[in-house]
């Protein structure tokens, strides 16, 4: 409660989280909100040259270079995005917890095996390494999924291997190994609980770096591919049609910015409240 009173005092993190879910009820919604099909194309959607229609009363937003609804492309759009920023994000943040966890607490080997492994995968460009694997493997949405998991798993493990090297020191620590406490009691009813204020914040943000990766890789043709609609794709398909169609590229381009700095914001307030560390510093 006290998180949330601490929320609700910050008007701009409060306008930045009313924004986020607005986007998750128009993905949940899209079948009921969408005016048409996302993959439905117009007769009439396409100027007599063979251009896309600008934005008018039929056309909220206007059509694309197909004749498609391109609000309908991007309400059910917002679903694909955030649905890899959600599972992705949410992957990376199991994996590199019990990555960092392990590394942290059991040391020796073990640490040397996976931390090295990580360095490793960390040494790599994210965004080359995630193209690579992605034209490799192929372009699907669970792909784009696994891929963004991979490149965002290392930092979040280096992020909990070096809290969890901290705590490992600490004098409830020695206690609990003092009166025989096992390793599975240590990690999940000690030293986890304190890792929890860090793994919110970095799900919290994480989430919109996932969907901004998650455009760039669409756009790069790469990512979620047609005609299933992404704002990344969308986006692509409309780059051509910049200067006489720019509403192609902008409206997507501002749907993405705009959900990555409401979640941002709410990621950085929940960083200010939780971490002791900058409490009472804003």
């Known amino acids: 409660m006290s998180v949330w009173r601490g929320l609700v005092r910050r008007p701009v993190a409060m306008v930045g989280l009313v924004v986020a879910f607005a986007f998750v009820v128009v ?21 007599l040259e063979g251009a896309p229609l600008p934005p008018n009363e039929r056309f909220l937003l206007g059509t694309d270079l197909l004749g498609r609804d391109l609000l ?9 995005s955030l649905i890899v920023g959600l599972f992705a994000n949410g992957i990376a943040l199991l994996a590199g917890t ?5 590394a942290g607490f059991l040391r020796g080997f073990v640490r040397s095996i996976l931390m090295r492994a990580t360095d490793l995968m960390m040494a790599f460009p994210a965004l080359i390494l ?5 034209a490799l493997v192929g372009p699907r949405l669970e792909i784009v999924i696994y891929v963004i998991a991979l490149v ?4 979040v493990a280096r992020v909990v291997y070096a809290e969890t090297t901290s705590l490992a020191e600490r004098e409830f620590i020695a206690a609990e190994r003092a009166i025989g406490a096992g390793t599975a009691r240590i990690l999940f009813r000690h030293i986890l609980p304190h890792l929890l204020p860090i793994l919110i914040v970095w799900g919290t943000l994480g989430i919109s770096t996932t969907v901004l990766f998650e455009a760039i890789l669409s756009y790069l043709g790469v990512g979620v591919r047609p005609p299933e609609p992404s ?11 910049f200067q006489t169609a720019p ?5 997507p381009g501002f749907a993405v910015a705009l959900l990555a700095l409401s979640v941002n914001l709410v990621g950085d307030a929940l960083r200010d409240l939780l971490d002791p ?3 009472g510093r804003h």
Do not use: C, H, K
């Open 27 to 47: 993905a949940i919604a899209a079948p009921l909100i969408a005016p048409y099909s996302p993959q439905e194309q117009f007769f009439d959607g396409l100027t």
């Open 72 to 80: 309908s492309r991007m309400i059910y759009g917002a679903r694909t």
């Open 98 to 102: 019990l990555i960092g966890l392990t």
């Open 130 to 134: 995630a193209i690579t694997i992605a």
């Open 152 to 155: 965002n798993t290392g930092p």
């Open 231 to 241: 704002w990344g794709n969308i986006v692509f398909d409309g780059q051509s049609y």
């Open 247 to 251: 509403w192609l590229v902008f409206f």
């Open 277 to 279: 560390t900058l409490r």
